[in-house]
């Protein structure tokens, strides 16, 4: 009773249909106090009713297909077995067994799809034939495995339908016999396939077939155990090799199952015909059905990782008992028998048994052995069976004694089949059955499943744990976020509570506050933002927040900042200078106070155009990104609240005023303030000229390159804006004009809109030709400080890729408008406009009188203008039919001046004069005159600002050239030397003076060679020449050097001579009173002088004496005075007597009067020279200075 109580309250319906009970009952009674975000999902009794329904449906769908999975599986596999059955040796039967077999095989098959077989799990209900355990005998022809199933005691159910024969190989295959039990699928298969002796190809092509239709029918668990048979008789009767072949076969198979249905299942070891040992039949007569029914043999230990080694190493332990056990019994057995020779019989059977020992030991060896390259075997057990008691039994042991004592061996009689079986039943319910569940997949896939498996759980442990910690951080940051919204929340109502009352129009005093609201927790910001996962998990508190931070919000905008928005439109309205804005602003100020006409993005481009022109610096640009946002948000809430009454007084002041204005002109101011449509750029011109582009060009101005020509003043522009907006703006104008100004003020001529259409094109194509004509007189050539920067810089503008070329053809290309309509597609609805405004403005005409009037063409369109003004710049860039443009001309001309420049700079630093260059700028000339404005301003600009550098290099490279082959010498010759430093011991050589100073010397010479025609001489000062605006050929200075080389020259050189010739007479002219005669001695030649000039003294210099000298003494008394009076020596002594002698009064240039003392009375001399410019008193002596 309480065994079927169990079975049915663990049978797995009854507790599906429990569960399934039990969870409808929850959801029914308690589902409705579920709530997910204050949301009920459950609280409808129609919703909770059709989950129940669709939890009970699921679960029968579920079921069915379990259901439906087993049945086609099952399907699968009888087709197979029955692909394989049929009578496959037919020829060879007669046609009536054939027909038998038949029809046997179909009731068969009929009977075996509709087969279903209690299920002993536990589970309750039927199985289908391939839920059931399957077992497979293998074993040699002859080992008893069929006799073993006969024989086991098992119930085959199809034998009550059809008949003890059908039992038995129910398929009719050659290759194996299914057995189907109530409790188990039993395979017993060819011996052939185990040993594979006979045909081994055939046999293994069979086996390895078979093998794939078990894998294939049943590809989860195909095997769920193995049965190895192993006859006594093959252990007897089979040689060492013959045993040890068998067994490795044996081993053979059972790693091919392995390996080919990828499952480790257990092995059970069956050594059959044990009544083939003598003495078993007597032994065991005792024994009773249910004795004999019992297992008898050795189940060794089971661990998940059970090795057949380590089960082989426990097998004799095991044997040994088994014959102990045997020996214990042997006793009660023989007081039991009667029969004295059945008592000698059965004495032996221990021994009998004994020597199993070695022989199966052997074979489990070879079976079991351990091997790195094959999967490890699952050996549960060995058992010792018999099916029947049939055959002559096995005497070793009176055989080994006959034989050891030379005795006649007696044979055994054959034993009598008594139709017993023993030690079968038992083993295959209790043992092999029990243990189905042990079957599995291999070892590695065994670990395998249980990695995945405990990663399995652990994913489950980390998802849980996860789930925890979530909640948990969603808790403190819900919490944290309350407090956050708390704390802003004060500190906002002090800023909001510390506004000043709307008086100014400032729209900064409730920014801070505006921000800080918008940007609180839960605010206005964030309202479409998705809820942070780390807030979630069903605890987010935004929502809730939300609500009443956003409305605070939307309360302040309204409140604080439209009311300041407001008044600074009023300001606007009063303080603006022109019509145009103030209608702007009057029409948005309007709009305010008048939801109907209200365009928000009207109201916010104005509003923010007034922050970013006149606020630049109050308001940055961040603020101003800011309050947009804020007053876009605030316009957006419909409808409008204005909290600041409007100042009709004001509004019909300005609309007074407002009357006066044109259409045209609030049309074109419109036009400015929309912009561009269609995303048309500025024109920018670094993109016009190229990366090169800032390297040589700039704003005179000192607007940097990057500002941009808006776009409006494109071609683009032109098209997407002129031509496709203004009539409509004109025609929107119109319109709005009745409710901007007022019904009373408003212009309601009928034509008016296509009269201020033609008054928009003239102001806009003003300020278009304006616009570009500012830049292009705009532009300059970058300055440069130094030659070699300005020959790249005309590198970079001679390319072809110049981007003064580029820049002039992209402005070109942006002032030819009357073309516009062959330009693309896009001004296709421009010119539509064009058209239909043409075809008002000639029925106007018509109307008015003059239906003769030619169409239009494309010179006399008012857009012309710009192409005309412009037409000199387009004749310079653009290229006629098989031409060049002209401007290529000129950068051809500028790659000639460039190469002139490099000619002119090599010649500098190798100083060497530079090239002429008259020629060259006179080819300049001519093509900047022919090129017109701006080409001719800026390459005159260029060509002046180069050819400064060149002079400017070529002065320097003279002066570098003066410095290296003039004032190096010079300074070595008569720096610190005497006559150029007086007073000094050491003199000038008198030969390096003529090398200086002499005709064709340093002097000279480098004035021929290196300055003819680079100064002017014709005056009494030498002037250099010009050579460019603020450059001269030569420094002043250095120039003032040579010319007083030059006096040099002609003082020291008169006749030209390489040598130097200078000629004086001594006169003396008188002496004081006491002294009768002074006398001269010159190169150690005396003279005595008297004075009175009579007789005078030829000075020569330079002296013909190498030691130079003269002196001079006075006679006093008829005797020279003691000591010997004036002494000068070396090469310039002549010139160092001048520079003693006191130089008196009076005389002329050639004439020197010289005072000389002698003691204390004075001789007066006169010292004539030659010519004028007298060597011996000459200035430039002592000016000279050597040029640097």
């Not at 699921?58 to 077995?81: S, V």
């Not at 102001?763 to 790249?792: C, F, G, M, N, R």
């Not at 050491?986 to 025609?1013: Q, Y």
């Not at 002496?1071 to 006398?1079: A, K, L, P, R």
């Amino acid at each position: 009773m309480w065994a079927k109580l169990k079975r049915f309250f663990t049978n797995r319906w009854v507790l599906s249909v429990l569960g399934l009970l039990i969870l409808s009952l929850l959801i029914w009674f308690a589902g409705d106090a579920i709530a997910v975000y204050d949301r009920r999902p459950l609280g409808s009794p129609w919703v909770r009713g059709l989950l129940v329904l669709l939890i009970w449906l699921g679960w029968a769908a579920w079921e069915g297909f379990k259901a439906w999975r087993a049945w086609r599986a099952n399907k699968r596999m009888l087709a197979a077995i029955s692909g394989e059955g049929g009578a496959g040796d037919s020829a060879a039967m007669s046609q009536r067994e054939v027909a038998e077999l038949k029809q046997r095989f179909d009731q068969a098959m009929t009977t075996l799809r509709k087969a279903r077989f209690d299920d002993k799990s536990g589970g309750g209900g039927r199985n289908y034939l391939y839920q059931l355990p399957w077992y497979m005998f293998i074993g040699a022809p002859g080992s008893g495995k069929t006799t073993a199933l006969i024989n086991s005691g098992l119930r085959f159910p199809l034998a009550e339908t059809m008949g003890k024969e059908a039992v038995k190989g129910i398929g009719g295959t050659r290759n194996c016999d299914w057995w189907f039990t109530d409790e188990a699928v039993l395979l017993d298969t060819a011996g052939r396939y185990t040993t594979q002796s006979s045909n081994r190809d055939v046999d293994a092509a069979s086996w390895k077939g078979f093998l794939g239709l078990l894998k294939k029918f049943r590809p989860q668990l195909p095997l769920n155990g193995a049965l190895i048979t192993l006859s006594v008789s093959d252990l007897f009767t089979g040689s060492p090799d013959e045993r040890a072949d068998y067994a490795r076969s044996v081993r053979t198979r059972v790693q091919e199952l392995y390996g080919t249905l990828g499952v480790r299942f257990p092995l059970y070891l069956v050594v059959t015909k044990c009544d083939l040992l003598a003495g078993f039949t007597e032994y065991y007569n005792d024994l009773g059905r249910e004795a004999r029914a019992q297992a008898w043999g050795m189940t060794f230990e089971y661990t998940p990782q059970s090795a057949g080694t380590a089960a082989v190493a426990n097998f004799e332990r095991e044997f040994d008992l088994l014959v102990e056990r045997l020996n214990q019994r042997l006793v009660t057995r023989m007081e039991e028998e009667r029969d004295p020779l059945k008592r000698a019989t059965l004495f032996t059977f221990p021994q009998q048994f004994a020597g199993l020992k070695g022989l199966v030991k052997g074979f489990l060896d070879e079976v079991f052995q351990s091997s790195a390259f094959a999967e490890e075997a699952m050996l549960r057990g060995v058992y010792f069976t018999s099916g029947t008691q049939e055959g002559t039994p096995f005497d070793r042991v009176l055989g080994n004694i006959s034989r050891n004592y030379g005795l006649e061996r007696q044979v055994v009689p054959p034993s009598a089949g008594s139709g017993r079986s023993y030690f079968l039943t038992r083993l295959m319910r209790e043992v092999v059955f029990a243990e189905s569940d042990l079957g599995g997949r291999s070892a590695a896939i065994e670990r395998r499943r249980a990695r995945m498996a405990i990663a399995g759980y652990a994913a489950l442990g980390v998802l849980a744990v996860l789930l925890v910690a979530g909640w948990t951080v969603s808790f403190v940051r819900n919490k944290a976020l309350l407090g956050e919204v708390d704390t802003a929340a004060a500190a906002i109502d002090k800023q909001v509570k510390a506004l000043p009352p709307a008086m100014q129009g400032d729209v900064r005093v409730p920014l801070p506050a505006l921000n800080a609201l918008r940007d609180m927790p839960t605010g206005w910001a964030g309202r479409d933002e998705s809820v942070p996962f780390s807030l979630g998990l069903g605890l987010y508190q935004g929502d809730k927040l939300g609500v009443a931070s956003q409305q605070a919000y939307l309360g302040l905008l309204r409140d604080a900042f439209l009311p300041r928005v407001a008044q600074r439109l009023e300001q606007m309205l009063r303080s603006a200078d022109s019509p145009e804005l103030r209608y702007e602003i009057l029409k948005v100020y309007v709009m305010l106070y008048d939801p109907k006409h209200l365009k928000a993005d009207d109201v916010v481009n104005l509003v923010h155009a007034d922050w970013e022109r006149n606020f630049p610096r109050e308001i940055n640009e961040a603020d101003r990104a800011a309050l947009r946002g804020h007053l876009q948000t605030a316009l957006a809430q419909t409808p409008l609240e204005m909290v600041l009454p409007v100042d009709k007084t004001l509004v019909e002041q300005v609309r007074r005023e407002l009357a006066s204005a044109s259409l045209a002109q609030r049309a074109y101011a419109r036009l400015k303030l929309l912009g561009p449509t269609g995303g048309v750029p500025d024109f920018s011109v670094i993109q016009a000229t190229g990366p090169s582009g800032p390297l040589v060009l700039q704003r005179r101005s000192g607007t940097p390159l990057t500002k941009n020509v808006p776009a409006m003043f494109t071609v683009a522009g032109y098209d997407k804006t002129y031509r496709a907006q203004s009539l409509p703006v004109v025609n929107e104008l119109a319109n709005e004009e009745a409710w901007v100004l007022g019904p009373g003020l408003a212009n309601q001529a009928p034509n008016r809109a296509i009269t201020a259409q033609a008054d928009v094109q003239r102001l806009y194509l003003a300020e278009y030709i304006k616009t570009w004509d500012e830049l292009l007189k705009d532009l300059q050539l970058v300055p440069k400080s130094d030659l070699q920067s300005s020959i790249q810089a005309i590198t970079v503008l001679s390319a072809p890729d110049s981007p003064l070329k580029m820049l002039l053809g992209a402005v070109a290309r942006e002032t030819t408008l009357a073309g516009a309509e062959t330009r693309s597609a896009e001004a296709a609805g421009a010119k539509a406009l064009d058209r239909a405004a043409n075809a008002i403005s000639n029925r106007i005409d018509r109307l008015l009188g003059d239906p003769t009037k030619a169409a239009p063409t494309a010179a006399d369109r008012p857009e012309a203008q710009v192409d005309r003004y412009f037409e000199p710049l387009r004749r310079s860039v653009q290229a006629p039919p098989n031409g060049s443009a002209p401007i290529d001309s000129m950068l051809a001309v500028l790659q000639e001046y460039q190469a002139h420049l490099r000619a002119t700079d090599d010649a500098t630093k190798r100083n060497l004069p530079p090239p002429p260059d008259g020629m060259i700028l006179a080819k300049i000339k001519g093509e900047a005159d022919r090129m017109g404005a701006p080409l001719n301003v800026l390459v005159g600009g260029l060509v002046s600002a180069t050819s400064g550098q060149a002079a400017s290099g070529a002065q320097a490279g003279v002066q570098r050239m003066v410095a290296t082959e003039v004032g190096a010498f010079c300074k070595q010759a008569i720096e610190g030397r005497y006559p150029f430093a007086r007073g000094q011991a050491r003199e000038v050589p008198p030969a390096d003076f003529a090398r200086l100073f002499g005709p064709n010397g340093t002097f000279d010479g480098f004035l021929k060679n290196r300055m003819a025609g680079q100064y002017d001489a014709s005056g009494p000062v030498w002037r250099p020449v010009k050579l460019a605006d603020n450059v001269d050929s030569f420094p002043q200075e250095t120039l003032s050097q040579f010319q007083r080389a030059s006096v040099i020259r002609d003082a020291f050189f008169p006749s030209g001579g390489p040598t130097p010739q200078v000629q004086a007479d001594l006169v003396l002219m008188r002496v004081d009173d006491g002294i009768s005669e002074v006398q001269v001695s010159v190169d150690g030649q005396a003279t005595r002088m008297v004075p009175g000039g009579g007789s005078a003294i030829r000075l020569n210099w330079p002296s013909p004496n190498p030691v130079p000298s003269v002196k001079m003494a006075a006679m006093v008394g008829g005797k020279l005075e003691s000591p010997a009076g004036l002494s000068f020596e070396g090469a310039w002594a002549l010139f160092r007597l001048a520079d003693a002698g006191r130089q008196e009064g009076g005389g002329s240039p050639e004439r020197m009067t010289l005072s000389f003392a002698f003691g204390d009375k004075r001789a007066v001399f006169e010292l004539r020279s030659s010519s004028v410019r007298n060597p011996l008193r000459l200035p430039e002596l002592a000016a000279l200075r050597c040029p640097a």
